[in-house]
C-alpha cells in the first residue's frame, strides 16, 4: 500500500508552502489542481503552474498520491493529518530544544501560556 499507512511522515520534509498546500489537500481530501488554486487563493496569490509544481513535488515525496480521470489528475493525501503534524513537531523539538532539562521547562512554561 503506497499510502504509508496513512502513517508516518515520508523523510523528506514540507516547505512551508507545501505545507500550506497540505492543508488544503487534507481539508478537501481529494482534488485536483485547480480546486485547490481555488482554496488557495483565498490567502495566496499563486498561479496554476505554481500550484501543479508543489503538488507534483509533494507527490514525489509521498506527500500525495495521483489518480487520473480521463485527463485530470485527482491528488490525495498519503499521509495521515494528525500524524504529520505529531512528527514534525517532534523533529523541531528534537532539533531546537534537545535533551536539555532546562530547556524542556521553558517548553513547557511555553506551552502552559499558550
Not at 481529494?30 to 488554486?37: F, G, K, P, S, T
Not at 482554496?39 to 500550484?51: Q, S, V
Not at 501543479?52 to 507527490?59: K, N, S
Request: charged share 35%; with cysteine; hydrophobic share 35%.
Amino acid at each position: 500500500m503506497s499510502r504509508q499507512d496513512q502513517g508516518s511522515a515520508p523523510k523528506e520534509r514540507l516547505s512551508p508552502a507545501e505545507w500550506q498546500l497540505m492543508r488544503i489537500c487534507w481539508r478537501l481530501g481529494r482534488a485536483n489542481v485547480r480546486q485547490v488554486l481555488r482554496e488557495d487563493l483565498k490567502t495566496h496569490i499563486r498561479d496554476y503552474r505554481t500550484i501543479l509544481t508543489f503538488m507534483t513535488r509533494m507527490t514525489n515525496k509521498g506527500w500525495l498520491e495521483v489518480e487520473k480521470e480521463g485527463n485530470t489528475n485527482y491528488y490525495k493525501p498519503a499521509v495521515d493529518e494528525g500524524q504529520a503534524i505529531e512528527e514534525e513537531i517532534r523533529q523541531f523539538l528534537e532539533r531546537v530544544v534537545g535533551p536539555e532539562p532546562e530547556n524542556r521547562e521553558l517548553l513547557k512554561r511555553i506551552l502552559e501560556a499558550y
